[in-house]
T-cell receptor
């Protein structure tokens, strides 16, 4: 149980285009989802926290107009990187948490490369 | 406020030797502590966690960790390393269920474990 999927696992896009990454909780209802970014050989940095049906809370320094997060249902959150640039290339990981439960369950990550 | 310090960005051990990965934390509320493992190009897998109760917690793959409040530590150990243990390990802390914004996970910088044959 407690499986989180991400799609796509890898994506290459051209500079200036937008790309959407999906995060799904497969066997539980995720009231809260988190989006992290990980640069090579570095730790995970929290980008934003989203609660189902409400606006995401972004961490300091994260551009909310560039990284659009939607959490429209209890099983799906999406991260859209708008007008992507090469510096947005990174490994993006989502996690999901049920109400009243501390543990976060992590997705397998999405490798974004912007050319 | 929460923070995690992992001493040693790289640790190498011989196969069969003891694994010790160090983690120290700071937290303004009683902490919940986690160890995660990450294999290349994959997400994080939970190894073990401490919330309340017994301070020595056992996890998957033979790993265990001990919560020491007086030392603000949560070191990860395994008696005998296996080649398959080679990976990146992250220690993380969060506040308890009622601690508001402190419920976010804060990660350490990670420790790359190499197992030598």
């Amino acid at each position: 149980g407690a499986v989180v999927s991400q799609h796509p696992s890898r994506v290459i896009c051209k500079s200036g285009t937008s790309v959407k990454i999906e995060c799904r909780s497969l066997d539980f209802q995720a009231t809260t989802m988190f989006w992290y970014r990980q640069f090579p050989k570095q730790s995970l940095m929290l980008m934003a926290t989203s609660n189902e049906g409400s606006k995401a809370t972004y961490e300091q320094g994260v551009e909310k107009d560039k990284f659009l997060i939607n959490h429209a249902s209890l099983t799906l959150s999406t991260l859209t990187v708008t007008s992507a640039h090469p510096e947005d290339s990174s490994f993006y990981i989502c996690s999901a948490r049920q109400a009243g439960v501390m543990e976060q369950y992590f997705g397998p990550g999405t490798r974004l490369t912007v050319t | 406020a929460q923070s995690v310090t992992q001493l040693g960005s790289h640790v190498s051990v011989s196969e069969g030797a003891l694994v010790l990965l160090r983690c120290n934390y700071s937290s303004s509320v009683p902490p919940y502590l986690f160890w995660y493992v990450q294999y290349p190009n994959q997400g994080l897998q939970l190894l073990l966690k401490y919330t309340t109760g017994a301070t020595l917690v056992k996890g998957i793959n033979g790993f265990e960790a001990e919560f020491k409040k007086s030392e603000t530590s949560f070191h990860l150990t395994k008696p005998s390393a296996h080649m398959s243990d080679a990976a990146e390990y992250f220690c993380a802390v969060t506040g308890g269920i009622s601690s508001g914004s402190a419920r976010q996970l804060t990660f350490g910088s990670g420790t790359q474990l190499t197992v030598l044959p």
